[in-house]
């Protein structure tokens, strides 16, 4: 595609209730980012693929969040048992190939709301 | 890990008055920086990078920004900004060894003022 898609744009989700967001890289971009950015603060990293492999999930807040990315493409970030502390907007990002210096291009995000 | 500051939180300024928001980094390692600007609703979009080789480098929309390794900066400017560059800036670091990640600052809002 022309560029990362993320979907749902918006979720409003019940305490306790469990969400999935999606997200679309760029065709061919090996490495995929996951990134929390709440309220009036910067983005901050979640986790990494490299292909289907997670290869860093240091930033994940508890064992309630989740991701995968099976096929090497798509990727779903899944929240279980939501809390209002979840609530902030999620962040993708892919990048051409790995490594530091590489670009990453960003999602336009889905903003969850956890009530 | 790394730590980046952008000490503006809020910068106001009049139409084609210059501009610089402040970013400074923590690292005892090499890194790699950049700057990215969010428009409301919309994804992070990338202005500029520095990788190695000239320490001023120049990035779309007019902005500039300079790596300074000995006070551990890397400050964007424009010397005459429009309505068009109201928006939220991002400062980011990665490190060169040890990581993918990026590293981001808590961001700059800055209002061009007509």
């Known amino acids: 595609g022309a560029g990362v898609s993320q979907s749902p744009r918006y979720k409003v989700a019940k305490r306790g209730q469990d969400v999935a967001l999606r997200c679309d890289p760029i065709s061919g971009h090996v490495s995929l980012f996951w990134y929390q950015q709440a309220l009036g603060q910067g983005p901050e990293f979640l986790t990494y693929f490299q292909n289907e492999a997670q290869l860093d999930k240091s930033g994940l807040p508890s064992d309630r969040f989740f991701a995968e990315r099976p096929e090497g493409s798509v990727s779903t970030l899944k929240i279980q048992r939501t809390q209002q502390e979840d609530s902030a907007v999620y962040l993708c990002a892919s990048s051409l190939v790995a490594g530091a210096k590489n670009i990453q291009y960003f999602g336009a995000g889905t903003r969850l709301s956890v009530l | 890990a790394q730590s980046v500051t952008q000490l503006d939180s809020q910068v106001p300024v009049f139409e084609e008055a210059p501009v610089e928001l402040r970013c400074n980094y923590s690292?005892?390692?090499?890194?790699?920086l950049f700057w990215y600007v969010q428009y409301p609703n919309q994804g992070l979009q990338l202005l500029l990078k520095?990788?190695?080789?000239?320490?001023l480098v120049k990035g779309i929309n007019g902005f500039e920004a300079e790596f300074n390794k000995s006070q551990t900066s890397f400050h964007l400017r424009k010397p005459s900004v429009h309505i068009s560059d109201t928006a939220e800036y991002f400062c980011a670091v990665s490190e060169k060894n040890t990581g993918n990640q990026f590293y981001f600052g808590t961001g700059t809002s800055l209002t061009v003022i007509p």
């Open positions: 520095y990788l190695s080789g000239s320490t």
């Open positions: 690292s005892s390692v090499s890194v790699y």
